[in-house]
């Protein structure tokens, strides 16, 4: 099958239905700092508040929005890490030139035996029209393709990814046309856990001040976990809530991290942006476009590739 001879450095699971980056094992740390906390703040937080409110059930309802809410942040890092992020297949042979001019030759030290004929290669770039800008795009050597505009190839995961914005390794995949609404679903949404675990850990120590007459000290002193829980809360909001406001910043203004690490659009005419909302429509609201790849098909016959278009 297509993933058991993939060239990449992917890694393949559940027969091909999964697919990650070479550094998959990240993911669990993910895991870890995610469901750890929220084991904690269930058992020595929502659970107590549970019994405190057991006449109008809202304790109930705090462990169960945490419950819920979790796995919905779970789902959203599964549908980031797992799935194609927008690999472009490779080509099995170089591609043809359009015409003899394109041929480039190449060095003298490279020419053929007695030094009289050259040889020839395809040129490094080729320019596109996008939205009535120029766009220089590379060629590849190791996909043997000419990359679609924003396309880059990734060196970790070794492909050539759509609309590529960068490798996270704490997800361990990488962030492309495919799966980067999941991503920035997925950082905002950890960002909104964070808030509300510091908050409810917050409410807890007041209530403890207000029954018992507690100092904030002595209040913070009775229940550990929730001082360490919004310590932690406090330190990854930083984290991750930063994030999300520096993906809103992309997105606003339809721009990759790759991109803007890379200044590619300082003092120059950005093709893709269109204005804020609609922006944020096709990043956010647009169809997922399909895979070109059928991991869990069969290689034909001579030894190609099949693909889904």
Not at 109 to 117: E, F, K, N, Q, V
Request: overall charge positive.
């Amino acid at each position: 099958r297509v993933y058991q001879v993939w060239k990449g450095s992917n890694k393949f699971f559940l027969g091909g239905r999964l697919i990650f980056g070479p550094d998959v094992r990240s993911l669990l740390v993910t895991l870890f700092l995610i469901i750890v906390p929220v084991v904690i703040f269930c058992v020595f937080v929502a659970s107590r508040l549970r019994d405190k409110f057991s006449n109008d059930r809202s304790g109930i309802a705090i462990l169960v929005v945490t419950v819920v809410y979790t796995a919905f942040v779970l789902v959203l890092l599964m549908l980031t890490s797992g799935r194609d992020p927008g690999i472009i297949p490779r080509n099995p042979h170089p591609p043809e030139p359009e015409a003899e001019e394109e041929l480039v030759p190449t060095s003298p030290t490279d020419w053929s035996a007695g030094g009289l004929t050259p040889r020839f290669r395809l040129p490094r770039t080729k320019d596109v029209i996008v939205n009535g800008v120029s766009v220089k795009i590379k060629y590849c050597d190791t996909c043997m393709l000419y990359r679609p505009p924003r396309c880059s190839h990734c060196s970790i995961c070794n492909n050539c990814v759509q609309r590529f914005d960068h490798h996270c390794p704490w997800v361990g995949q990488c962030i492309g046309l495919r799966n980067y609404r999941y991503f920035f679903m997925f950082v905002s949404s950890t960002t909104l856990l964070c808030i509300y675990v510091f908050g409810i850990c917050a409410l807890y120590i007041k209530l403890l001040m207000h029954d018992h007459s507690y100092t904030v000290w002595r209040a913070m002193g009775k229940s550990p976990p929730s001082v360490l829980l919004m310590a932690y809360t406090f330190i990854a909001v930083w984290f991750v809530g930063g994030l999300t406001f520096f993906h809103l910043y992309l997105m606003s203004t339809n721009q990759t991290t790759y991109e803007n690490f890379r200044y590619r659009y300082d003092n120059k005419v950005n093709p893709y942006n269109r204005g804020v909302f609609h922006n944020l429509y096709e990043i956010l609201c647009s169809p997922v476009p399909k895979s070109f790849n059928v991991f869990r098909a069969r290689v034909q016959a001579d030894g190609s590739l099949p693909s889904s278009t």
